[in-house]
């Protein structure tokens, strides 16, 4: 009887998750992530339903045999003397229904504490600078291989030459820059370069690499630390150059100056000179240490696949302005662009999309798990309570007052809390280290975190004993004696 019961509960339990599964696979249908619509396909099929039901059935068994075992084979000796009655409240003995409750506390302190920590780390983000300027700038993502030939270097750049012409001659524009990627964006490119007097490994010469017109670094105000900007002279024409990072230079010459220096890229190992070194920003996703990145004249490394115009409109732009480019990019390529163009600021949102997703994630299954442990606690303390109901009665009639029965239950679930406390802060330090990587301002041990998250689950804890302590304190010890 017991395992049917056990199969059928969890039979239940396993067709409720497959409904809300059901029900989150459907509301994740309409991400939007800056105008391009998100295809995920969540929907179940037999296959999960069947792994869901075997899940639930062996769990169902699995938990539901060793109860049905032991009620099977009682003790009769302890039975007939009434010694189960002295089960004990607190840890005296600590039971398999302890242990699962504690470890059911400890996975949910490790879940909170890690969705409670990335959303801080997310509040964090937004205080933090990049090192550019973002505010008020717009990306508009033009698709060089649409254009024929798209192989000829001159007919790129003759393209891109028509179209920032185009724009600049609409009153709303102020002005227009080029670069392959944008900071902080999904867009980035890589390629190993060849330092002159550096025999690292080919893993430690991988850096950015981006090409960019000329006042490209003026309009994200990213200023020059030394040597030259990139001038509209350094063309096909003249010798190859290019700009470093502070995160380049530190990397190849932590000892000199790089301007001067020169360096190969790409598959003909083309020769290169620094002509300027500019400040430390952030480049790849997230808010992170700058990585060492090299960016060379467009006119001399014509883009033939994405290409970034950034763009910044005369005084204060609205959502309009962003139609402005759209219909200009329409109407220059003569189709609708599958990237539509975005604010600078919502790329570098769509940065911290991995923070939010753990966020998310870890909340959701936190908030479950919160429920499950808080389920637990209150059959581990009720059952404990109808064990001792006779004990409580002796208690209660030779002076023990309610308040100290009522002590006594909540006692009993702080400790089991405090048990799972011990095992979920470490737990939820390392967890939290291992993704650390995502974290911005914070540390995996953050200790506001930790004790927010230990306050919650105490107060949830006294709240899931408190009505099987009120039961317990209002005990008629006299009608409990007599009925044994």
Same mark, same amino acid.
């Given at each position: 009887?017991?395992?049917?019961?056990?199969?059928?509960?969890?039979?239940?339990?396993?067709?409720?998750?497959?409904?809300?599964?059901?029900?989150?696979?459907?509301?994740? *249908?309409?991400?939007?992530?800056?105008?391009?619509?998100?295809?995920?396909?969540?929907?179940?099929?037999?296959?999960?339903f069947v792994f869901s039901l075997a899940v639930a059935l062996v769990s169902s068994l699995l938990f539901g045999l060793l109860p049905a075992w032991r009620s099977a084979?009682?003790?009769?000796?302890p039975a007939l003397k009434d010694e189960s009655q002295s089960s004990g409240m607190g840890l005296r003995r600590f039971s398999l229904r302890n242990a699962l409750v504690?470890?059911?506390?400890?996975?949910?302190?490790?879940?909170?504490?890690?969705?409670? /920590?990335?959303?801080?780390?997310?509040?964090?983000?937004?205080?933090?600078?990049?090192?550019?300027?973002?505010?008020?700038?717009?990306?508009?993502?033009?698709?060089?291989?649409?254009?024929?030939?798209?192989?000829?270097?001159?007919?790129?750049?003759?393209?891109?030459?028509?179209?920032?012409?185009?724009?600049?001659?609409?009153?709303?524009?102020?002005?227009?820059?080029?670069?392959?990627?944008?900071?902080?964006?999904?867009?980035?490119?890589?390629?190993?370069?060849?330092?002159?007097?550096?025999?690292?490994?080919?893993?430690?010469?991988?850096?950015?690499?981006?090409?960019?017109?000329?006042?490209?670094?003026?309009?994200?105000?990213?200023?020059?630390?030394?040597?030259?900007?990139?001038?509209?002279?350094?063309?096909?024409?003249?010798?190859?150059?290019?700009?470093?990072?502070?995160?380049? *230079?530190?990397?190849?010459?932590?000892?000199?100056?790089?301007?001067?220096?020169?360096?190969?890229?790409?598959?003909?190992?083309?020769?290169?000179?620094?002509?300027?070194?500019?400040?430390?920003?952030?480049?790849?996703?997230?808010?992170?240490?700058?990585?060492?990145?090299?960016?060379?004249?467009?006119?001399?490394?014509?883009?033939?696949?994405?290409?970034?115009?950034?763009?910044?409109? *005369?005084?204060?732009?609205?959502?309009?302005?962003?139609?402005?480019?759209?219909?200009?990019?329409?109407?220059?390529?003569?189709?609708?662009?599958?990237?539509?163009?975005?604010?600078?600021?919502?790329?570098?949102?769509?940065?911290?999309?991995?923070?939010? /997703?753990?966020?998310?994630?870890?909340?959701?299954?936190?908030? /479950?798990?919160?429920?499950?442990?808080?389920?637990?606690?209150?059959?581990?303390?009720?059952?404990?309570?109808?064990?001792?109901?006779?004990?409580?009665?002796?208690?209660?009639?030779?002076? =023990?007052?309610?308040?100290?029965?009522?002590?006594?239950?909540?006692?009993?679930?702080?400790?089991?809390?405090?048990?799972?406390?011990?095992?979920?802060?470490?737990?939820?330090?390392?967890?939290? =280290?291992?993704?650390?990587?995502?974290?911005?301002?914070?540390?995996?041990?953050?200790?506001?975190?930790?004790?927010?998250?230990?306050?919650?689950?105490?107060?949830?804890?006294?709240?899931?004993?408190?009505?099987?302590?009120?039961?317990?304190?209002?005990?008629?010890?006299?009608?409990?004696?007599?009925?044994?």
């Amino acid at each position: 009887q017991m395992l049917l019961e056990s199969v059928l509960l969890a039979s239940a339990a396993g067709l409720l998750g497959l409904l809300g599964a059901s029900w989150i696979a459907g509301s994740l *249908q309409g991400i939007d992530l800056m105008g391009i619509p998100l295809a995920i396909d969540l929907s179940p099929d037999w296959r999960v339903f069947v792994f869901s039901l075997a899940v639930a059935l062996v769990s169902s068994l699995l938990f539901g045999l060793l109860p049905a075992w032991r009620s099977a084979r009682p003790d009769l000796v302890p039975a007939l003397k009434d010694e189960s009655q002295s089960s004990g409240m607190g840890l005296r003995r600590f039971s398999l229904r302890n242990a699962l409750v504690v470890a059911q506390v400890a996975g949910c302190f490790v879940l909170l504490s890690g969705s409670l /920590l990335f959303l801080r780390s997310q509040w964090a983000a937004r205080g933090l600078d990049p090192g550019f300027r973002h505010q008020g700038l717009a990306v508009v993502r033009l698709d060089m291989t649409q254009f024929e030939p798209h192989s000829n270097p001159d007919s790129a750049l003759q393209r891109t030459r028509d179209f920032r012409r185009r724009l600049l001659a609409r009153g709303e524009v102020a002005e227009l820059a080029y670069s392959s990627s944008f900071p902080m964006s999904l867009a980035q490119h890589e390629t190993t370069v060849g330092v002159e007097g550096y025999e690292g490994p080919a893993s430690e010469r991988q850096v950015k690499f981006s090409s960019v017109s000329p006042g490209y670094f003026e309009m994200l105000e990213i200023p020059l630390v030394a040597g030259r900007p990139l001038r509209a002279t350094d063309n096909s024409g003249r010798p190859r150059v290019c700009l470093v990072n502070q995160a380049f *230079q530190q990397r190849f010459w932590p000892r000199q100056s790089a301007l001067g220096t020169t360096l190969t890229y790409g598959d003909d190992q083309r020769l290169i000179e620094v002509a300027g070194v500019v400040r430390d920003h952030s480049i790849g996703l997230g808010f992170h240490e700058s990585e060492p990145a090299v960016w060379v004249p467009l006119d001399q490394n014509p883009s033939q696949g994405m290409l970034m115009a950034v763009v910044r409109p *005369q005084g204060n732009a609205s959502g309009d302005f962003l139609n402005l480019l759209r219909e200009e990019v329409e109407s220059f390529t003569g189709r609708p662009e599958f990237l539509p163009p975005a604010w600078a600021s919502e790329m570098i949102e769509v940065s911290l999309l991995p923070n939010r /997703l753990v966020s998310g994630f870890l909340g959701w299954t936190g908030a /479950l798990a919160l429920i499950l442990a808080l389920a637990g606690l209150y059959g581990v303390i009720s059952y404990s309570v109808s064990l001792r109901r006779r004990e409580m009665s002796i208690r209660m009639a030779l002076g =023990a007052d309610r308040r100290r029965i009522l002590s006594l239950v909540l006692r009993q679930g702080l400790s089991l809390a405090a048990v799972g406390f011990l095992l979920g802060i470490p737990s939820a330090i390392g967890f939290a =280290a291992l993704l650390s990587h995502l974290l911005y301002g914070l540390s995996p041990a953050d200790p506001f975190t930790l004790c927010a998250i230990a306050l919650l689950l105490s107060l949830c804890t006294l709240a899931a004993s408190l009505a099987p302590a009120l039961h317990a304190a209002s005990t008629n010890p006299i009608r409990s004696l007599r009925t044994g």
